[in-house]
């Protein structure tokens, strides 16, 4: 399945086998003021709901899919604020992995490991920035066993990487192509992706975390109208949805054999309500390195 967030807060989900459209009924969170986030997290749906007046986020999962009475608060993230006005608009999921929880924040990067319930401040790195100006990846390197942080400014194109094995940033050589990054990289085979917002052009550029590299994954062939992108990883594959801005429909595509462009498979192309659903938030990862 693919889900949906609609603009009145609904979770809506589109069944690809079925082509059918359905909900997932919520739990009852706290009163007040928050905003929610949708992905998935180690193989449940995941709902981070940010709470504006007390600068909390709730992570919750659902561990019977369908079942409303499965949903489980994994933990309570605090989150240190300047402005509690703004506290819902700058705080983040980056990503997750192997159980990790990357978050981003008013004052930079935290680590947080949801067991022990144990967070680690990322100190330095773009944290003088503001964090809508700084694209972040997340990831793990086997070799070294090592959790890697990624990230771009978009000011000027700088990038540094942090390494949780040695608690240090280090700058890195600038990001290719000089220009923006859209959202947060996806994680997958010991790369993080970014979509690189040229005008008109939509490159997908690799970092791999262990030979600190970059590279080019080229896209499908699609269609030449005007659309949107949104990158994510779906069933272990890397996934590009393109929403047509003209015939309002999302085409959603995998790449099967990472790395080799005729791999590229158009899984469905799904029809949405104009009226009711955002474009741009269509896709949710199965996060599957977790």
């Known amino acids: 399945?693919?889900?949906?967030?609609?603009?009145?807060?609904?979770?809506?989900?589109?069944?690809?086998?079925?082509?059918?459209?359905?909900?997932?009924?919520?739990?009852?969170?706290?009163?007040?003021?928050?905003?929610?986030?949708?992905?998935?997290?180690?193989?449940?749906?995941?709902?981070?709901?940010?709470?504006?007046?007390n600068h909390v986020a709730d992570v919750w999962v659902m561990k019977d899919y369908g079942e409303k009475d499965s949903w489980t608060k994994l933990v309570s993230i605090p989150y240190p604020i300047r402005n509690p006005l703004m506290a819902a608009d700058f705080t983040r999921v980056v990503g997750s992995c192997k159980g990790l929880l990357c978050i981003s924040h008013y004052r930079g990067l935290s680590i947080y490991n949801p067991s022990p319930?144990?967070?680690?401040?990322?100190?330095?790195?773009?944290?003088?920035?503001?964090?809508?100006?700084?694209?972040?990846?997340?990831?793990?390197?086997?070799?070294?066993?090592?959790?890697?942080?990624?990230?771009?400014?978009?000011?000027?194109?700088?990038?540094?990487?942090?390494s949780l094995n040695t608690r240090n940033w280090k700058n890195l050589s600038d990001f290719p192509h000089g220009c923006k990054v859209g959202d947060d990289a996806v994680f997958l085979n010991g790369c993080v992706q970014w979509l690189d917002i040229v005008p008109n052009l939509w490159k997908l550029v690799s970092f791999n975390l262990e030979t600190k590299t970059y590279d080019e994954v080229l896209h499908p062939k699609y269609d030449e109208d005007k659309k949107t992108?949104?990158?994510?990883?779906?069933?272990?594959?890397?996934?590009?949805?393109?929403?047509?801005?003209?015939?309002?429909?999302?085409?959603?595509?995998?790449?099967?054999?990472?790395?080799?462009?005729?791999?590229?498979?158009?899984?469905?192309?799904?029809?949405y309500p104009v009226s009711r659903i955002h474009p741009s938030r269509i896709p949710y990862p199965e996060i599957s390195d977790i």
């Open 117 to 162: 319930r144990r967070c680690n401040m990322l100190y330095g790195g773009f944290s003088d920035e503001h964090p809508y100006q700084v694209g972040y990846g997340f990831g793990y390197v086997m070799s070294t066993d090592d959790y890697k942080v990624v990230g771009i400014s978009n000011a000027d194109n700088k990038v540094k990487m942090y």
């Open 1 to 53: 399945m693919v889900g949906y967030r609609t603009k009145f807060g609904e979770d809506s989900f589109f069944d690809l086998e079925t082509e059918t459209y359905d909900k997932v009924l919520h739990r009852m969170y706290d009163e007040g003021n928050k905003t929610l986030d949708l992905g998935v997290l180690g193989g449940w749906l995941c709902v981070v709901c940010n709470y504006d007046t």
């Open 229 to 271: 992108l949104d990158l994510r990883v779906l069933g272990g594959w890397l996934c590009v949805v393109y929403n047509y801005d003209t015939n309002h429909v999302a085409d959603v595509w995998v790449m099967k054999d990472y790395g080799e462009k005729d791999s590229w498979t158009k899984l469905v192309s799904i029809p």
